[in-house]
């Protein structure tokens, strides 16, 4: 079986599932509780955010515990729009983010916000003069994708975050989920006043997340009810989680320059290697994109067919994001790029992680050119 779909989620670690499992059976008190039990499990929670912050190069009260990307996408933009509407309804993205951002921005629109798209060119980037363009006197958020989940394409996010200092009232929001572990990015130094992680996505589990919240800016809370997560998130901690996530993000942190060297080898030589068939289309730009983001059109072949076809090979890749592949609407990130809508429905995306290895690009290879070949004859 070889494994290509690392973008929708990973194998976690066997450290992260052990701790998780440890932490779960023997310190399973309530944090918020007054005895030995709960100071246990809080003494393991703070130690947790302190590993997490330092591991970030952040503030320890910067960080919030989250349930991943989704609900920190959600809390970062809805949170930031809510609280500061009385000093503007102006709130600014770009027109390839993920789900969980789009459609936060689209319940906003609905609530009275006005929302700028800034489209990007052809292989997938936006330009900071059109954020720029974007940002009026009402404006009070941007938000930006770091490394777009369906291209790889890497966004100029310190360039933007030294625009928007600039402009004392908006808030700087990055979904960073693709990019942790494959793209380097120094939260303090790009500007950022919040910033969303998944522990699923960089072999921690599903459940698990951060949401960076820069001291001194607040936000209105979606979930109320109790005083956890600094006021910003209510509800018992998930404490076997957080100890995990703090695990995997160690261990993505300690081995990241190893492997992003192992997945750019990787990554070179596969798509060398692909684009030596004529029906497959390049939609991933060689220059400036994430180490483990491949992302294809094969021409005249149904993404949806070809994933199953491949499927029966055991290999596993998949069409656009996993959040939205079973919509069956055409990329809306490829759409954006001016791709065709035929293009658009007939591509897939191969995503690595460093488990996968060079003696795995011929079969990969094989498998995709003989499947091509099949789905020809069928299709005559």
């Known amino acids: 079986m070889i494994y290509l779909d690392n973008s929708a989620t990973t194998k976690p670690y066997k450290e992260v599932v052990d701790s998780f499992v440890k932490v779960s059976s023997t310190y399973y008190g309530n944090p918020s509780s007054l005895h030995k039990f709960g100071v246990q499990a809080e003494n393991l929670l703070t130690y947790a955010r302190e590993q997490v912050s330092s591991l970030l190069q952040v503030q320890f009260n910067e960080v919030i515990f989250t349930s991943g990307g989704t609900e920190g996408n959600n809390l970062a933009i809805k949170g930031a729009a809510l609280q500061h509407q009385g000093r503007g309804k102006h709130i600014v993205t770009t027109t390839i983010e993920h789900d969980s951002v789009h459609e936060p921005f689209k319940q906003l629109e609905q609530l009275g916000f006005s929302v700028t798209y800034v489209p990007v060119n052809e292989n997938g980037f936006v330009e900071v003069a059109d954020i720029e363009k974007a940002i009026t006197n009402e404006t009070i958020l941007v938000s930006l994708i770091h490394v777009n989940n369906e291209v790889g394409a890497v966004q100029p996010v310190k360039e933007v975050g030294m625009l928007v200092k600039n402009y004392p009232k908006v808030i700087y929001h990055v979904d960073h989920v693709q990019g942790l572990g494959k793209v380097p990015l120094n939260i303090k130094d790009a500007h950022i006043d919040l910033c969303t992680i998944s522990g699923h996505k960089i ?11 820069r001291d001194g800016v607040t936000l209105f809370p979606l979930v109320s009810g109790g005083s956890q997560e600094l006021q910003k998130r ?20 300690q081995n990241q320059a190893e492997h992003i060297k192992k997945m750019e080898r990787i990554k070179e030589k596969l798509i060398n290697r692909l684009v030596q068939h004529e029906r497959i289309v390049m939609n991933t730009a060689r220059m400036n994109t994430a180490p483990h983001i491949i992302n294809i059109t094969i021409r005249g072949m149904k993404a949806e067919v070809l994933v199953h076809s491949l499927e029966e090979k055991d290999i596993f890749v998949s069409t656009t994001s996993a959040c939205s592949s079973k919509t069956k609407k055409p990329s809306k990130t490829l759409m954006a790029m001016g791709r065709s809508m035929s293009d658009a429905n007939e591509a897939i995306r191969i995503s690595l992680s460093h488990l996968n290895n060079e003696d795995e690009l011929e079969i990969i290879v094989s498998a995709l050119f003989e499947t091509i070949d099949e789905l020809k004859k069928v299709m005559r």
């Open 234 to 253: 209510s509800g018992t901690e998930n404490v076997a989680g957080i100890v995990s996530f703090a695990k995997a993000l160690r261990l993505t942190v």
């Open 203 to 213: 072999h921690g589990l599903k459940g698990t997340g951060v949401l960076y919240i």
